[in-house]
C-alpha cells in the first residue's frame, strides 16, 4: 500500500508556517533596561540607542519595534521562493473535431418499382436487404432517395446525407 504524502502546495504552506513560526519564536520581548539610577532608560536617537543597548542582540529596550533585519527577511524571501510550486498554465482547450457519420458499409444491388412504390435492393456483406424508400436500413440509416446515379442514405444519430454510387448492375 503507498504511504500517503502532502500535496506540493500543502509542504509549501507547512515550510512557509514554519519559517514564520520560527522567527516569531526568536523575536525578543521588549526589555526594560534600568540606568544606575533606577529610571528606564529611553532612547532619543539612534547613537544614544547604541551606547545604552545591553550586548545581548536579542534584547531591546522598551519601546524599541522589532523588525527582522534585512538578511534575516532575504533569506525567508529565499525559502519561499524555493519553496512555491510553479504554477503551469492549462494548455489552451483543443477543440474536438465534428463528429461524422460512419461509412453505411452497404452496396447498391439495384431498384425496382411495384404497385405504385420504389424499393432499393441494398447488401450488407452477403445479407441483401430491400428496403422502400424512406424506410429504414436499421436504426441508423434511413433511405432518404435513389436516382439513377445515386442513392442517398441518412445516418439518423446526426442527420447526416451520404450518398451511395449506383453502378449499372449486369
Known amino acids: 500500500m503507498k504511504a500517503p504524502s502532502l500535496s506540493k502546495p500543502l509542504q509549501a504552506a507547512l515550510l512557509m ?4 513560526t520560527a522567527i516569531a519564536l526568536l523575536k525578543p520581548e521588549a526589555l526594560d533596561v534600568s540606568s544606575a539610577d533606577g529610571a528606564a532608560v529611553r532612547v532619543a536617537s539612534s547613537q544614544s540607542a547604541d551606547a545604552n543597548r545591553p550586548q545581548a542582540p536579542w534584547v531591546r529596550l522598551a519601546g524599541e519595534e522589532w523588525k527582522p533585519s534585512d538578511a534575516e ?5 529565499d525559502a519561499l ?3 512555491a510550486v510553479p504554477v ?4 489552451p482547450p483543443v477543440e474536438q473535431p465534428k463528429p461524422t457519420a460512419p461509412d453505411p458499409a452497404l452496396t447498391y444491388l439495384g431498384r425496382i418499382e411495384q404497385d405504385g412504390r420504389s424499393y432499393v435492393f441494398l447488401g450488407r456483406g452477403a445479407d ?3 428496403v422502400e424508400i424512406g424506410g429504414l436500413v436499421d436504426p441508423q440509416w434511413k433511405v432518404e432517395k435513389a436516382t439513377a446515379t445515386q442513392v442517398q442514405l441518412r445516418y439518423l444519430p446526426l442527420n ?3 450518398s451511395l454510387p449506383v453502378a449499372a448492375v449486369q
Open 17 to 20: 508556517t514554519t519559517t514564520l
Open 160 to 162: 447526416e446525407v451520404r
Open 128 to 130: 441483401p436487404q430491400v
Open 73 to 77: 527577511q532575504q533569506k525567508a524571501a
Open 81 to 83: 521562493a524555493a519553496a
Open 88 to 91: 503551469a498554465l492549462a494548455p
